[in-house]
């Protein structure tokens, strides 16, 4: 919903003639509206720059800077959303043709009748407002698909898309600081012998009660934890050693462990664990994000083949 709020509102009138600026802008300041005044375009220009007016008023016929130059700039400055009320003379039929084609919104004639110039311009302001929030509701809803997006659906973390995003602007970020970027890979120990013994929906709810316990585990704002795929999950640590990411990686591992969820078919324990891999590295251009995944990989199929339920590390 859109209401109007005069006090708010900013208009910038731009005519060389001293009587027009003097009465248009005292009756619309009675309106409510905060006047900004300009006596020619260049004046125009740089008042525009400056107020970010929300409508702009302005005489067709003026010294410097003309009313259809000082249209053609504004729109050239990216400017599409301003209404531009051009004052023509009356009956000038190719004034008003100009000003249409040089981008202006709307017109009104010389002599100027305050009444049509009030209505014109709460109108035009109507408008504009209406269309302002149209796109930022559509910026809204855009932001919220790119978030879904990157939503893994059951344990509401970062799906593989969010992660792919994430580890680029991270080692894009750590390569221009210097600084390590470690990443941790877990898989949930004998997840397909779970998914057999306790069916999928439990399957289910023992990943959703492992992907709480990382993200309480892992609480630093920069850390991203992400499900890799099925039973897979990876977290991001920027800025962190691998001293640093090793100690994450043995807490996350013992909050999993703690959570008690009971697995009959596990050969290593009789409560849900996982096996994690970590590896750290100091991101350079003669190598990607790919190379970390690759050794925090290789450090997770150690830490299985060592017999699961433990901390593999790896340093490239
Ligand atoms: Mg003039």
Known sequence: MSTIEPNFQRILLVDD???????????LAQEGFEVILAKDGNEGIMAYQEYRPDLILVDAVMPILDGFEFCEQIKQLGDRLTPILMITSLDDNESIDRAFSAGATDYISKPINLSVVRQRVKNLIRQSQL?????NEL???NQNLKLLANLDSLTQLSNRRGFDDYIQKEWDRMQRIKAPLSLIMCDVDFFKNYNDRYLHPNGDKCLIKVAVAMRKTVRR?????????????AIVLPNTNVLGATSVAENVRTAIK????AHEDSSVCPYVTISVGVSTIIPSQSND???????????LYQAKSQGRDRVSTLIV
Not at 17 to 27: C, F, I, P, T
Not at 131 to 135: F, G, R, V, Y
Not at 291 to 299: E, F, N, P, Q, V
């Open 258 to 261: 703690n959570l008690q969820i």
């Open 17 to 27: 003639d001293l009587v027009v600026r003097a009465r248009v802008s005292e009756s």
């Open 131 to 135: 269309i302002k929030d149209q796109l």
């Open 289 to 299: 994000f790919q190379a970390l995944i690759h050794a925090a990989d290789r450090a």
């Open 221 to 233: 704002s920069g850390d991203l934890v992400a499900r890799y795929g099925g039973e897979e999950f």
């Open 139 to 141: 910026q809204q809803a």
